[in-house]
């Protein structure tokens, strides 16, 4: 059956925009019961420390306090915190307790929760807890963690959970390519620790219903039916006494939908006091509790023939992880084995990635999570042995990049997951091609290195895929109602991005309806669908959508089945007709709608797309930038991302997404730095501190979005596109920095790239050029 | 310690007299969002720097979350909330939802709030002006290009005197 779509495809203004912009938005501290308690975390001041006692007698006595909990009142054994992508048992010693006990490992580490009449009561208190605890040694580095004289887990014998490898080819393959290449090239890269920072902090709200012995939460977001299952595991309650409800959130970007100390220590309040309790996340305490991300160095070598064929690529890396492994930790690393590689022919791979702990905020999913890092490292790469083999980095590139004729390709095997896979389709060769027309390369080259006006002109190219749609399933349910208006309910779960709009133009397409007949778009909610699986890897218009289209099939389906019974023939002869307002058959035609309608007590079916292989979207990304070498400072004149992604739904909320990741790259690039002190305090505890874009710094971006390469893994054609924007980022602008400096010899081997690092790369270039 | 006796605190609010009971460290960001129910208003880092909170009070910009309700008495608050068109959207939030100026929408009260009051005061501000005017306020999800072209485009309703509840009068 064809399918004439109507919406999809258009850019269809936003469902969401109208309580987002008068204010109507329910965000999780946006909500208020009565009689509700406030909660506040009491943190560790230190880094590394065995606690010896905390005294919580005077924060108890204040009026106005009804509990402050620490480990001792968690029961006999304190919960631990799972792995949830990729459990390992070796990396399972490094697990995190929710409250902290024994020993803290890292400033900002829970080690009581006040529960009080007030948020400010409740920080008062807070304030009186007295923690005594004895500073040990700090383990802050790779060097630190792998000397191993300072363990975090003395069980454990070492800081260094698993090694991840990555392989392609056979090892003697690889140590031929090595041994053979007449090229090879060996650099060591390093990305600094950053995080996701959206604008709304995290918060939840727990109600607690003794009559009825169940717990509703809002604030889970992104992953709500996962951290509901866990939640009940650790609360020892069946998982459907617990209701995860759905709210409006501030952006997501990867970070939410770990299972925080939090998300347990609310509900247990709540519960424990029989009351509704309520805990929203200061900007200082988000900075220190988040989840941080992408802090990773590696040793990359690649082999090449004097003509630019690759032969080989293999390197060692090392993720700081922080403190604990928490649910996603592993997703990361595994991603930057796995993509190290990229859409490029690389016959024999193998890349091995150490995990280790310090003491830091533990690490976990970001956005593009290993791709951005892994993608900076591998195109820097390739600008240096280009370089040296006296190739252009057009003309490298091109030599390597797969062609559609050897698609789909297979990835490396990841150990010890064992998951390979591979691409679904495309033509890495267009969205090349198209990058350097759009970003006018043969005219720019051509000032690459140059001094016009006092600053230095540089310009680079590089590419990625991406990786989206992941499985298993996704559930959905549409509900046809009385007025002959449809309610779409779906497992994926929004985190800004637009997503309630888009699952409206997929629904009323298949069922042949105008967008103002679809009722509601619901989302997220452990109440309206058997079961769902969230918003994360780019999937939700993969997984949701698809699941969509099979609901509306069934739905149509139990239409015409009623209706034929109704009107005393075959489902199959049921025309549904005037926007599912009616049905015939033989010449008779059937009311659905409105009173007299067949469907008065309303219609539902339920959908179901099911998914063990990956979408990859993949593009290119340019840039044009200057450098002014008195002062490192990057002006950003033109940045130019192409990508295709198979099928484009809206394609607003898509440029909208695409151009949000590339500036927040930018940011991760040039301006966010999570810093820390020889004692492991976090030094940059605030947004003044934590440099994030703002409105006048890159204001020159096109995104140009093709849909040449529908996936052929869904009915939709979609691959999901959100994080595309900003994996290919970092390498891109060091490339395009190293351009801009060339006569200075500067190459840049670390992020981020501020203005002093670039001043002091500057100073420390070895070729002599008279500064300005 | 203890509470601090509450205060008692009178102003408008979108035209609206408010009377509120408050402790006199109760920011005006947390009273208008949590004693009068106008939750509209966001916060987003309590120190100032995202704008998440930023209302209009006597006309100018502030940021919410750095005054306390107490020093609003006798003000003229003004909040998102205020700034609908009778029941439609205001010609600034109509811009913005044509031109993709929010994705999570957590930001976006604070930018139009801020963009309401520059182009109340300034209808004919060029490019440079209103990215510098919005450059005091974090969105980390548009990367702010639509939310630019947003406020260009409202431009001509301000200009024709058709922006929704002038701070300034
Ligand atoms: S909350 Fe007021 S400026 Fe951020
Ligand atoms: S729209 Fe999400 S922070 Fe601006």
């Given at each position: 059956m064809t399918r004439h779509d109507i919406l999809v495809g258009q850019p269809v203004e936003r469902l969401e925009d109208l309580r987002f912009l008068t204010g109507r938005g329910q965000y999780v501290d946006d909500r208020s019961v009565d009689g509700m308690l406030h909660a506040t975390l009491v943190r560790s001041a230190l880094a590394h420390g065995t606690i010896r006692a905390i005294d919580t007698a005077a924060a108890l006595a204040l009026p106005g306090v009804h509990a402050v909990y620490t480990a001792a009142d968690l029961g006999a054994k304190v919960p631990m915190i799972p792995m949830r992508m990729e459990a390992n048992a070796d990396l399972a010693r490094f697990e995190q307790?929710?409250?902290?006990?024994?020993?803290?490992?890292?400033?900002?580490?829970?080690?009581?929760?006040?529960?009080?009449?007030?948020?400010?009561?409740?920080?008062?208190?807070?304030?009186?807890?007295?923690?005594?605890?004895?500073?040990?040694?700090?383990?802050?580095?790779?060097?630190?963690?792998?000397?191993?004289?300072?363990?975090?887990?003395?069980?454990?014998?070492?800081?260094?959970?698993?090694?991840?490898?990555?392989?392609?080819?056979?090892?003697s393959a690889l140590d031929a390519a090595f041994r053979d290449a007449p090229y090879t090239c060996r650099r060591r890269f390093k990305v600094h620790r950053h995080t996701a920072a959206p604008m709304e902090t995290r918060g939840l709200l727990a109600e607690w219903d003794a009559a009825r012995q169940r717990l509703t939460v809002s604030g889970l977001v992104k992953v709500p039916f996962a951290i509901r299952a866990l939640l009940a595991t650790l609360l020892g309650m069946p998982e459907s006494a617990i209701d995860a409800v759905e709210s409006d959130c501030g952006g997501g970007f990867g970070m939410r939908g770990e299972f925080y100390p939090e998300d347990f220590l609310v509900p247990f309040a709540a519960r424990r006091l029989g009351r509704a309790v309520k805990w929203i996340e200061d900007r200082n305490e988000h900075l220190l509790a988040i989840t941080h991300a992408r802090e990773v160095e590696c040793e990359l070598e690649i082999a090449c023939d004097r003509d630019g064929t690759i032969r080989g690529l293999r390197g060692q890396g090392a993720y700081d992880l922080g403190a604990y492994?928490?649910?996603?930790?592993?997703?990361?690393?595994?991603?930057?084995?796995?993509?190290?590689?990229?859409?490029?022919?690389?016959?024999?791979?193998?890349?091995?990635?150490?995990?280790?702990?310090?003491?830091?905020?533990?690490?976990?999913?970001?956005?593009?999570?290993?791709?951005f890092e892994t993608d900076c490292f591998r195109e820097r790469l390739f600008d240096i042995a280009a370089g040296e083999l006296g190739i252009d980095r057009v003309a490298f590139r091109r030599h390597n990049l797969l062609r559609q004729d050897e698609m789909p390709s297979r990835l490396p095997i990841v150990m010890p997951y064992g998951s390979g896979?591979?691409?679904?389709?495309?033509?890495?060769?267009?969205?090349?091609?198209?990058?350097?027309?759009?970003?006018?390369?043969?005219?720019?080259?051509?000032?690459?290195?140059?001094?016009?006006?006092g600053v230095f002109h540089g310009i680079a190219i590089g590419c990625y895929i991406e990786g989206g749609g992941s499985?298993?399933?996704?559930?959905?349910?549409?509900?046809?109602?009385?007025?002959?208006?449809?309610?779409?309910?779906v497992?994926?779960?929004?985190?800004?991005?637009?997503?309630?709009?888009?699952?409206?133009?997929?629904?009323?397409?298949?069922?042949?309806?105008?967008?103002?007949?679809?009722?509601?778009?619901?989302?997220?909610?452990?109440?309206?669908?058997?079961?769902?699986?969230?918003?994360?890897?780019?999937?939700?218009?993969?997984?949701?959508?698809?699941?969509?289209?099979?609901?509306?099939?069934?739905?149509?389906?139990?239409?015409?089945?009623?209706?034929?019974?109704?009107?005393?023939?075959?489902?199959?002869?049921?025309?549904?007709?005037?926007?599912?307002?009616?049905?015939?058959?033989?010449?008779?035609?059937?009311?659905?709608?409105?009173?007299?309608?067949?469907a008065g007590g309303g219609i539902e079916a339920d959908g179901l797309f099911e998914n063990d292989r990956r979408t990859y979207s993949y593009g290119s990304h340019a840039a044009h930038l200057t450098v002014d070498a008195a002062t490192g400072q990057v002006r950003l004149l033109d940045y130019v991302?192409?990508?295709?992604?198979?099928?484009?739904?809206?394609?607003?909320?898509?440029?909208?997404?695409?151009?949000?990741?590339?500036?927040?790259?930018?940011?991760?690039?040039?301006?966010?730095?999570?810093?820390?002190?020889?004692?492991?305090?976090?030094?940059?505890?605030?947004?003044?501190s934590y440099l994030v874009p703002a409105a006048d710094d890159f204001p020159v971006i096109r995104s140009f979005v093709l849909e040449n390469h529908p996936s052929p893994l869904n009915p939709l054609g979609v691959k999901g596109a959100g994080e595309g924007g900003v994996i290919p980022v970092g390498g891109v602008i060091a490339n395009a920095i190293a351009s801009a400096l060339s006569s200075f010899g500067v190459q840049p081997?670390?992020?981020?790239?501020?203005?002093?690092?670039?001043?002091?790369?500057?100073?420390?270039?070895?070729?002599?050029?008279?500064?300005? | 310690m203890g509470n601090p006796p509450a205060r008692t605190v009178r102003f408008t609010v979108n035209g609206v007299p408010a009377t509120v009971e408050v402790e006199p460290r109760l920011t005006l960001a947390d009273c208008l969002r949590h004693a009068l129910e106008l939750t509209g208003t966001h916060v987003g880092c309590e120190h100032g720097v995202c704008g998440a909170c930023t209302v209009i009070v006597d006309g100018r910009a502030v940021r919410s979350c750095l005054m306390l309700a107490v020093q609003a008495e006798g003000c003229a608050v003004q909040t998102v909330e205020g700034l609908v068109d009778g029941e439609a959207l205001g010609p600034l939030q109509a811009a913005f939802r044509r031109h993709h100026a929010l994705q999570c929408g957590f930001c976006t009260p604070g930018m139009l709030m801020t963009s309401h009051a520059?182009?109340?005061?300034?209808?004919?501000?060029?490019?440079?002006?209103?990215?510098?005017?919005?450059?005091?306020?974090?969105?980390?999800?548009?990367?702010?290009?639509?939310?630019?072209?947003?406020?260009?485009?409202?431009?001509?309703?301000?200009?024709?005197?058709?922006?929704?509840?002038r701070p300034d009068r």
């Open positions: 307790p929710v409250l902290a006990h024994g020993k803290v490992r890292y400033v900002g580490e829970p080690l009581a929760l006040v529960v009080a009449d007030t948020p400010a009561i409740a920080e008062d208190a807070a304030g009186l807890v007295a923690a005594h605890i004895e500073p040990l040694p700090v383990v802050l580095d790779r060097t630190g963690a792998e000397r191993g004289d300072t363990l975090l887990f003395e069980q454990a014998g070492s800081n260094r959970g698993l090694a991840l490898q990555a392989l392609r080819g056979d090892a492994i928490r649910p996603n930790a592993v997703t990361a690393p595994r991603n930057f084995a796995q993509m190290a590689g990229g859409p490029y022919r690389i016959p024999a791979l193998h890349m091995e990635v150490a995990l280790l702990v310090s003491n830091k905020t533990p690490a976990g999913s970001y956005r593009g999570p290993g791709r896979g591979e691409t679904d389709s495309g033509n890495y060769h267009e969205t090349f091609e198209r990058c350097l027309a759009e970003i006018g390369w043969n005219d720019k080259v051509a000032l690459a290195g140059r001094q016009i006006d499985g298993p399933r996704e559930h959905a349910r549409l509900v046809y109602e009385g007025d002959g208006r449809v309610a779409v309910h497992g994926s779960s929004a985190v800004g991005q637009g997503l309630e709009t888009i699952f409206a133009q997929i629904a009323a397409d298949a069922l042949g309806l105008p967008m103002d007949r679809i009722s509601a778009v619901r989302h997220g909610s452990s109440g309206i669908v058997k079961m769902g699986y969230g918003s994360l890897g780019s999937r939700s218009t993969v997984m949701g959508g698809s699941a969509i289209l099979d609901a509306a099939n069934n739905l149509q389906h139990a239409i015409r089945t009623l209706a034929a019974a109704r009107l005393g023939c075959a489902p199959e002869e049921v025309s549904l007709e005037d926007g599912l307002r009616s049905a015939a058959a033989r010449g008779r035609v059937l009311a659905l709608a409105g009173p007299s309608g067949l991302s192409v990508e295709d992604v198979g099928r484009i739904i809206n394609p607003m909320t898509l440029h909208g997404q695409v151009i949000g990741a590339i500036v927040q790259a930018l940011g991760g690039t040039l301006l966010e730095h999570l810093v820390y002190d020889g004692q492991g305090q976090l030094l940059t505890g605030s947004l003044a081997d670390e992020l981020p790239l501020t203005p002093p690092r670039i001043w002091e790369l500057i100073r420390r270039g070895n070729a002599p050029v008279a500064l300005p | 520059l182009l109340s005061s300034e209808p004919d501000a060029d490019v440079a002006r209103v990215r510098e005017a919005l450059s005091g306020n974090l969105c980390r999800c548009t990367g702010y290009i639509g939310i630019v072209e947003a406020v260009l485009d409202a431009r001509a309703a301000y200009k024709a005197g058709a922006g929704k509840g």
